[in-house]
């Protein structure tokens, strides 16, 4: 099993900026991959971004240029900067983990629980 625990929501006015963080905890043999979900009230839950082990990256368009993830694999960490933030971007954020565990080195996916970011304008 992996635990998620994220950090760094919160309320912050348009153009302000915020950074996420989710570390991830357990019988962790690898990481394939770390990255964002967020869903808004009334919406469907969204991929924003996506870390991938070897460090490439995937971003939602809405994001691109704004948002940026980034990883401390020591630390079995990620990162959401996000800037230039806008009222759209008002959405419970969930982080999520491709993650080999140990003993049976089978490749799942988990979540985390969310944090709440709200963008006033």
């Known amino acids: 099993q992996v635990q998620l625990v994220e950090s760094g929501g919160g309320l912050v006015q348009a153009g302000g900026s915020l950074r996420l963080s989710c570390a991830a905890s357990?019988?962790?043999?690898?990481?394939?991959?770390m990255g964002w979900h967020r869903q808004a009230p009334g919406k469907q839950r969204e991929l924003v971004a996506t870390l991938i082990s070897g460090g490439s990256t995937n971003y939602t368009d809405s994001v691109k240029g704004r948002f940026t993830i980034s990883g401390d694999n020591a630390k079995n960490t990620v990162y959401l900067q996000m800037n230039s933030l806008k009222p759209e971007d008002t959405a419970v954020y969930y982080c999520h983990a491709n993650g080999v565990t140990y003993p049976d080195y089978v490749a799942r996916y988990y979540w985390g629980r969310g944090t709440q970011v709200t963008v006033s304008s």
């Open positions: 357990g019988r962790i043999f690898r990481l394939n991959a």
